[in-house]
T-cell receptor, first 114, second 113 residues
Framework: KAGVTQTPRYLIKTRGQQVTLSCSPISGHRSVSWYQQTPGQGLQFLFEYFSETQRNKGNFPGRFSGRQFSNSRSEMNVSTLELGDSALYLC?????????????FGPGTRLLVL | AQKITQTQPGMFVQEKEAVTLDCTYDTSDPSYGLFWYKQPSSGEMIFLIYQGSYDQQNATEGRYSLNFQKARKSANLVISASQLGDSAMYFCAMRGNTDKLIFGTGTRLQVFP
């Protein structure tokens, strides 16, 4: 079974631009979560989608948004990029949304904002 | 509030030796899951092992075992027979009623020959 895939793997943008990241979960998984990883803040939860509905949201400004499609693929969008948005963005999928379910991660998208 | 604490920023271990990575947690949720992930320099988070809060026995997965002490709120990862390929960042994480993973700050493990 194929793992979680994320595209693109690397991205360079300038301040003020917007970016869309994509995540394809493991086949059969309906829950997709997004995390931001930076050296200063560590790993922080962005949001979770389950069956096309946002179930949970972290403490990020409204510039960060996401959605999930009927095939469980998810996209994350960041508008009006700031230098501090430079990070590794990780997507994780699980079969259901539950504390006992393991989340499996993709390779991440490294975003650099100049 | 939920919190994961990893007090060891870095650890060194010789190849073929065992090593314990510490993790303590804090939660008021009655039911929760504890996870360990490995992150090599490539960036991908690799799932290693899971322990449920109601599991009576410590979890084991190959060379990985989780030393779960519920009363002390600790979930230490034990890696037996370390290999050079085990060099990486290791993250302890917890998922409770909020369903989001809360991560610790990580421990960088270096395995030397």
């Amino acid at each position: 079974k194929a793992g979680v895939t994320q595209t693109p793997r690397y991205l360079i943008k300038t301040r003020g631009q917007q970016v869309t990241l994509s995540c394809s979960p493991i086949s059969g998984h309906r829950s997709v979560s997004w995390y931001q990883q930076t050296p200063g803040q560590g790993l922080q939860f962005l949001f979770e989608y389950f069956s096309e509905t946002q179930r949970n949201k972290g403490n990020f400004p409204g510039r960060f948004s996401g959605r999930q499609f009927s095939n469980s693929r998810s996209e994350m969008n960041v508008s009006t990029l700031e230098l501090g948005d430079s990070a590794l963005y990780l997507c994780a999928s699980s079969s259901i949304s539950s504390g006992s379910e393991t989340q499996y991660f993709g390779p991440g998208t490294r975003l650099l904002v100049l | 509030a939920q919190k994961i604490t990893q007090t060891q920023p870095g650890m060194f271990v010789q190849e073929k030796e065992a090593v314990t990575l510490d993790c303590t947690y804090d939660t008021s949720d009655p039911s929760y899951g504890l996870f360990w992930y490995k992150q090599p320099s490539s960036g991908e988070m690799i799932f290693l092992i899971y322990q449920g809060s109601y599991d009576q026995q410590n979890a084991t997965e190959g060379r990985y075992s989780l030393n779960f002490q519920k009363a002390r709120k600790s979930a230490n990862l034990v890696i037996s027979a370390s290999q050079l390929g085990d060099s990486a960042m290791y993250f302890c994480a917890m998922r409770g009623n909020t369903d989001k993973l809360i991560f610790g700050t990580g421990t960088r493990l270096q395995v030397f020959p």
